[in-house]
């Protein structure tokens, strides 16, 4: 069975930082894309970030270019996402992405911001 599980989300004052985990299990990862997604209320489902395979390419959101840092250790079939100089507009539940020709999803984790 597949899982991918994500950690580590949580209530921070707006710039502080947290750092989310996603653990896949069920099956090997390391040729999938890997990506977190985010979905704030009253609003649809949006990308924030991703990686390849080889962990040499990533792409992000313009929104957290120079505050995100993705990335993932693919021995250990987890991806990351570092998250610096959190803003108010950041709090959402955040996805983690598995995508190859198929595509897995986590349950989401929320992340709060506050003022």
């Known amino acids: 069975q597949v899982q991918l599980v994500e950690s580590g989300g949580g209530l921070v004052q707006a710039g502080g930082s947290l750092r989310l985990s996603c653990a896949a299990s069920?099956?090997?990862?390391?040729?999938?894309?890997m990506g977190w997604f985010r979905q704030a209320p009253g609003k649809e489902r949006e990308f924030v970030a991703n990686i390849n395979w080889g962990g040499t390419g990533t792409h992000y959101a313009d929104s957290v270019k120079g505050r995100f840092t993705i990335s993932r250790d693919t021995a250990k079939n987890r991806v990351y996402l570092q998250m610096n100089s959190l803003k108010l507009e950041d709090t959402a539940v955040y996805y983690c992405?598995?995508?190859?020709?198929?595509?897995?999803w986590g349950q989401g984790t929320q992340v709060t911001v506050s003022s």
């Open positions: 992405n598995a995508r190859q020709r198929d595509e897995y």
């Open positions: 069920g099956r090997t990862f390391s040729s999938y894309v």
